[in-house]
């Protein structure tokens, strides 16, 4: 079992920046990929930013050249450095770890969310 805490959420300006923070606690077998999620008021949840144990990185095309995730993927917490913020990018922030409970259980980890507030 897995238990995740983010921090680092707040109020920033248009231009800003934030960092987020997620700490793990607990153990998993396998852990197949860390990231980060955000979700508005009124829409689905989406990626943000993700890191695979093979270390490749996604990025949402909203957020390319704005947000960097971890690159150390062994790093505990990881983090989500949020640069040129926008209004847009309002939203509560989750942290998420997939992985298997052994061999064949497949699981998916969120922490309890962070918002993030861009605001003048």
């Known amino acids: 079992q897995v238990q995740l805490v983010e921090s680092g959420g707040g109020l920033a300006q248009p231009g800003g920046s934030l960092r987020l923070s997620c700490t793990a606690s607990?153990?998993?077998?396998?852990?197949?990929?860390r990231g980060w999620y955000r979700q508005a008021p009124g829409k689905e949840r989406e990626l943000v930013a993700r890191?695979?144990?093979?270390?490749?990185?996604d990025y949402a095309d909203s957020v390319k050249g704005r947000f960097t995730i971890l690159r150390d993927y062994a790093e505990n917490p990881f983090y989500l450095q949020m640069n040129s913020l926008k209004s847009e990018d309002t939203a509560v922030y989750y942290c998420n770890v997939r992985g298997y409970t052994d061999l064949q259980t497949s699981a998916d980890y969120w922490g309890q969310g962070t918002q993030v507030t861009v605001s003048s």
């Open positions: 890191i695979t144990a093979g270390g490749s990185i």
């Open positions: 607990g153990s998993i077998f396998r852990t197949v990929a």
